[in-house]
Structure formats: structure tokens, C-alpha cells
């Protein structure tokens, strides 16, 4: 495992532990609402405040851009550390047992580094750029679903910029009547991850932020699947829009997204 990996993989495992250990007493926290439908708890910031300690105390210098406490650029800004320390927040408040911490590591501009950890099944996933991606320590691909037809999706509903609903719809519209179901369990990060293992044949969601799908877009890339934005082209950590599959699902998602998408979020 890499050097960098291998720290990030402590660190996901550090707040792993504090997330877990408070899942049983959500009752208890102090919840607050940074804006619509937007929620932050104790535990999004200790976790994130253990998150960052495990990485410094390896890189000291390394830079940092993390959900609940913005960007700290050090003296290295050639690595920033892209963290999501608990990637379903609304999901933990309400018992719903999806949520993963997110940790990505962008070095001169290119994410080199991920780990999306599940706390609760204690799933692994992990992978450097060019060595491949793993799901604990077991190698990895995206599904080889040949189209649509029969595939399972994931998606994510424009629940933070709500303007967007009525064309997000139009792209389920499109797509829905080819597949075999659509999910949306509610973690970007864990979305990607089941692309990658091939459980979910694609995924397209509108609005993200790039520490919730940092980690998850190499982990897709790794694993053999392709990721575009609502272009066709590669700046869906920038914009936010992304769309990815195996190869030919995501062929046949970027034919049915992009003609209802393009002219509203994309030059």
C-alpha cells in the first residue's frame, strides 16, 4: 500500500470509530443546520478534527480542504487532503445506515489517493492512482453490464439547490423506463464506491461538492469505469455534475443526460 494510502486508511479508521461509538446515542448530539437540509453534528467535527490530526501528524506541510472547516493551505500546496468526514450526515441523524467517511488526497491538481470507509460493515474501499482499486484488500472492477437494459442505478436528488428539481426529474424520466431500478440511499461517496465494486451499474447526480465524490471518482476510474460531467467532459470535481458507469452504461447515460442537461449547466 502506498505511504499516503496507507495514513489515509488510519485516518478514515480513526473516525470511523468516533462515528461509530456515537451511532447508538444520536438522540444526544447537538445537531446544527448550516442551511436547508443541510446538517452538521458533533460528530462531523470530531471526526473531521481526527481526520486532519492523523495526516498531519505524517505531513505536517500538506494542505487541506474539509466539509465543516473549509480549505487551510500550508506550506505544500502541492497536496491537499480532500475530506468529507461523514458523507451522509441526515442519513446517521435518522439511524439510516448508510454514511462513509471520505478522504481524498489531489497532488499538483490530480486526486492520487482515496479511501471510502462504511463504518458500520467496516468496508474497505481503497485505491492509488494507477495501482488499481480494492474493497479490503480484494481487487475491484465495475460491472460489465452491457446497457441500460436491466442495469441498476444510483442517483442523488438536488435536495441543496432545489431550482434544479424540475430538469433532474426530466433526467429520470429519461432514464428510468430502460433500467431495472434506480436507488438513491443518500452518500455520494458510497454511490461511486458501488460503481466501482459493480454493484451499482452507474450513478448521475446534479450539485455535489468535491469532497463528496473525491475519493469515490478515482475509486470508479480505478476499477475500469468512466466519469464525465454534464459536457461529456472531465471538470465534474469543479462543477459539481457527474455522470459515470462501466464503459458502456456510461456511454448510453451520456446520450440520455446530456442532450436535457447541457444547455443549463454547461458552456
Known amino acids: 500500500m502506498h505511504p499516503m494510502l496507507n ?18 446515542h444520536i438522540d444526544s448530539l447537538t445537531i446544527e443546520n448550516k442551511a436547508q ?30 466539509e465543516e472547516s473549509g480549505e487551510r493551505k500550508n506550506s505544500n500546496e502541492d497536496y491537499t487532503w480532500i475530506i468529507d468526514p461523514l458523507d451522509g450526515t441526515t442519513n446517521f441523524l435518522h439511524g439510516f445506515p448508510q454514511y462513509a467517511v471520505s478522504i481524498a488526497l489531489k497532488e499538483k491538481g490530480k ?3 482515496a479511501v471510502v470507509y462504511e463504518p458500520l460493515t467496516q468496508e474497505l474501499y481503497t485505491a492509488s492512482r494507477g495501482e488499481g482499486a480494492m474493497l479490503n484488500n480484494r481487487r475491484i472492477r465495475v460491472s460489465n453490464r452491457k446497457s441500460l437494459e436491466g442495469a441498476l442505478l444510483g442517483t442523488g436528488f438536488p435536495f441543496k439547490q432545489q431550482q434544479h428539481l424540475d430538469i433532474y426529474l426530466e433526467t429520470f424520466k429519461a432514464v428510468f423506463p430502460m433500467t431495472a431500478g434506480i436507488r438513491r440511499p443518500g452518500s455520494a461517496a458510497l454511490d461511486l464506491a458501488y ?14 461538492n468535491d469532497w463528496d465524490m473525491a475519493a469515490g471518482t478515482l475509486l470508479v476510474h480505478e476499477a475500469g469505469g468512466l466519469l464525465g460531467d454534464f459536457s461529456g467532459g472531465h471538470e465534474y470535481l469543479q462543477s459539481g ?11 448510453q447515460l451520456i446520450q440520455k443526460i446530456i442532450p436535457i442537461v447541457s444547455s443549463t449547466f454547461e458552456k
Open 111 to 113: 486526486i492520487t489517493q
Open 195 to 208: 460503481v466501482a465494486a459493480g454493484r451499482l451499474d452507474g450513478f448521475w447526480e446534479i450539485g455535489l
Open 7 to 24: 495514513i489515509a486508511v488510519r485516518a478514515a479508521n480513526a473516525a470511523g470509530d468516533i462515528i461509530y461509538k456515537y451511532s447508538d
Open 241 to 251: 455534475n457527474v455522470i459515470c458507469g462501466n464503459p458502456k452504461v456510461f456511454k
Open 37 to 66: 437540509n443541510d446538517f452538521v453534528s458533533e460528530v462531523d467535527k470530531q471526526a473531521e478534527q481526527a481526520i486532519i490530526k492523523t495526516i498531519k501528524s505524517a505531513y505536517p506541510d500538506h494542505s487541506f480542504k474539509a
